[in-house]
């Protein structure tokens, strides 16, 4: 708990400190990276490029104050950045460096009005959260067998193909040893070795279910300003013989294994936990239901639909609906998914996944139509910008799907 005199000046300052962390976030990893250039790697440098990066830096440590204060439940953002840094192998020591620069970017941002008392309580903020994490994350490896320090082995693409128009599947297979068990929706860590750029390193989900002699990841390329650069990499360059660094499994959006009913739904290349999930069902437990909601730009885009269709053909219950927002297929829905019209099995379980409007708007409609929060699952590809309170974030628009 953070200590009475502290809390008194979080409190008191937490508004500036809200309105100033953009900026502050944003002057810590330029300090940090500044000192520290191999921390580079650890880091999306697309994110880091758009915001992102910077964004949800200052919604964590911010959600997390607010948390200290007045008790809000931040547990599941502490497990989804758990699993992240576990995957990297973020190590203990390297949160002293990230404090250190942390509280001489809010010094520098606000001025004067960082008191040593200030500095103190903010100091103790961060080192809550910190421990928090540490513990986590060392839980996490030690679960997995992984020595933090050499997070990554050596693996092989084993084979290549199109998934869609713009979508590729990759299959890997360890070096030396066997694949790893995983659970239905979890990720692997994929490090390249980028020309000019170093290595690299992102989340890419397993996008079929356990039991399998390589693991397949389903990658959709950033195009745009910046290009990916992995993902472009990936689905550019990469060939059959290659050998790319690999994680253990981590992530904590997986399939519950009671037998409630299923709400998947999912957008663009969202899809990936969903096929998972139900390939896992499919084989383990035919007669659970399961509905699965996916949103495309175009049916050839719509990656791993075979493979939805296939195994959800061996399920006793099941319901699929698609929405393609420029063009209508076979059985399929024109434009964007309408959250409302999304069924809710009763006494369901949902997992979402897709681009962040997208599954706001969802979670929104299903806890209005009464289904509880703690039975709504996510995945955030990429920086973490959600709050665990829908209520607090507005709807607006839907994105495009992408």
Not at 242 to 268: I, K, N, Q
């Amino acid at each position: 708990m953070l200590s009475s005199s502290s809390a008194t000046i979080v409190a008191a300052t937490l508004p500036a400190v809200r309105a100033a962390a953009v900026d502050i976030s944003t002057t810590f990893y330029a300090g940090m990276f500044a000192e520290h250039p191999a921390l580079l790697d650890l880091f999306n440098r697309g994110n880091q490029a758009n915001g992102d990066q910077q964004r949800a830096l200052a919604g964590a440590v911010i959600a997390y104050a607010e948390s200290l204060l007045d008790g809000v439940d931040v547990d599941p953002v502490v497990r989804r950045i758990a699993h992240k840094h576990a995957s990297l192998g973020i190590r203990p020591e390297q949160y002293t460096i990230v404090g250190r620069h942390l509280l001489s970017a809010v010094a520098r941002v606000l001025g004067p009005a960082v008191t040593p008392a200030v500095e103190t309580a903010w100091d103790e903020v961060f080192w809550l959260f910190a421990v928090r994490l540490i513990a986590a994350e060392t839980r996490l490896s030690q679960q997995q067998g992984v020595d933090p320090a050499q997070p990554l082995e050596p693996w092989r693409v084993v084979g290549k193909y199109a998934e869609a128009h713009d979508a590729v599947s990759l299959l890997l297979a360890p070096e030396s040893g066997g694949v790893p068990e995983h659970r239905p929706g979890q990720y692997v860590t994929v490090a390249v070795d980028l020309p000019g750029a170093g290595r690299q390193a992102r989340q890419y989900t397993i996008s079929h279910g356990p039991g399998h002699s390589a693991l397949r990841i389903t990658v959709r390329p950033v195009r745009g300003t910046p290009d990916g650069l992995v993902s472009g990499h990936i689905a550019d360059r990469l060939t059959v013989g290659d050998t790319v660094a690999v994680s253990r499994p981590f992530g904590d959006l997986t399939l519950d294994d009671d037998m409630t009913p299923v709400l998947l739904v999912s957008a663009g290349i969202g899809i990936t936990p969903m096929a998972a999930m139900i390939e896992h069902i499919a084989k383990e437990q035919p007669l659970r239901p399961v509905v699965a909601v996916h949103a495309e730009r175009e049916p050839g885009r719509h990656a791993l639909h075979g493979h939805m269709v296939r195994h959800g053909a061996r399920l006793h219950s099941f319901e699929h609906i698609r929405y393609y927002e420029y063009e209508a297929g076979p059985n399929a829905r024109a434009g964007l998914v309408r959250p409302d019209e999304v069924p809710i099995p009763a006494g369901a379980s949902a997992y979402l996944c897709g681009p962040l409007p997208f599954m706001r708007d969802v979670r929104a409609s299903l806890l209005r139509r009464g289904m509880p929060a703690e039975r709504v699952n996510f995945e955030v590809f990429g920086a973490d910008l959600w709050s665990t309170d829908a209520d607090r974030l507005p709807s607006g628009d839907q994105a495009p799907v992408g």
